[in-house]
């Protein structure tokens, strides 16, 4: 499975768009890009997958370029209720022992007011 | 819709004693997932059930943890003995099927279990 590269944390105020770019240089062919959010004390919660261009749905985008080797998660407007670590992971179903799941140390925003 | 549960939510216990986590899936969900989580790290999958039979126990410490799902619905994580290094999240979450659909399934998750051993 494609190790993954986020930064480690990131600040932004209420309002403004955030960005949270992942390296996956390795990314197979059948592989997707999904992102999970997790407050504290909570299990993770999915947010966004896609495999290819860009991904919209009603809380996030999900940018991915043509040779698929990174993504970019942009949340527009930001609350403080965004501050969350945030995973990006790369998998895919290839039968057997599928759909599992790796995460890295993901990305820590913190939303100021 | 209910979301998976998870007991108990917080347990503290001694090393070499043992201790069971248990797990209600969403309704349907036909694969179910135990995770741990170290504080400051990302969930690390421990074993995965599609039904009552298990896909991938990789990365399970088999000399002590052990997990079954009875009937395929709920789940148990057992600790036996504990370590001071168990301490952590566990993690359990579900999904439907899964298998052979392409893309990866999301996940549910549920509340978590925080373990401390002394």
């Known amino acids: 499975l494609a190790k993954t590269t986020q930064p480690i944390s990131m600040d932004s105020y209420e309002g403004q768009e955030v960005n949270i770019t992942c390296s996956h240089n390795?990314?197979?062919?059948?592989?997707?890009i999904t992102w999970y959010q997790q407050f504290p004390s909570q299990g993770p919660r999915f947010i966004i997958q896609g495999y290819k261009t860009k991904v919209t749905n009603e809380v996030a985008s999900l940018f991915i370029p043509a040779d698929r080797k990174s993504s970019t998660l942009s949340l527009p407007r930001v609350s403080l209720s965004d501050t969350a670590v945030y995973y990006c992971?790369?998998?895919?179903?290839?039968?057997?022992?599928?759909?599992?799941?790796?995460f890295g140390t993901g990305t820590l925003l913190a939303v100021q007011p | 819709e209910a979301g998976v549960a998870q007991s108990p939510r917080y347990k503290i216990i001694e090393k070499r004693q043992s201790v069971a986590f248990w797990c209600n899936p969403i309704s349907g969900h036909a694969t179910l997932y135990w995770y741990q989580q170290i504080l400051g790290q990302g969930p690390k999958l421990l074993i995965q059930?599609?039904?009552?039979?298990?896909?991938?126990d990789s990365q399970l410490p088999k000399d002590r943890f052990s997990a079954e799902r009875l009937k395929g619905v709920d789940s148990t994580l057992k600790i036996q003995p504990a370590k001071l290094e168990d301490s952590a999240v566990y993690l359990c979450?579900?999904?439907?099927?899964?298998?052979?659909?392409?893309?990866?399934?999301?996940?549910?998750f549920g509340p978590g279990t925080r373990l401390t051993v002394l």
């Open positions: 390795n990314i197979a062919t059948n592989d997707y």
């Open positions: 992971l790369v998998g895919g179903d290839y039968g057997g022992a599928t759909n599992k799941l790796i």
């Open positions: 979450a579900s999904s439907l099927g899964g298998v052979g659909a392409g893309w990866v399934v999301e996940q549910f």
């Open positions: 059930f599609q039904n009552n039979g298990v896909v991938d």
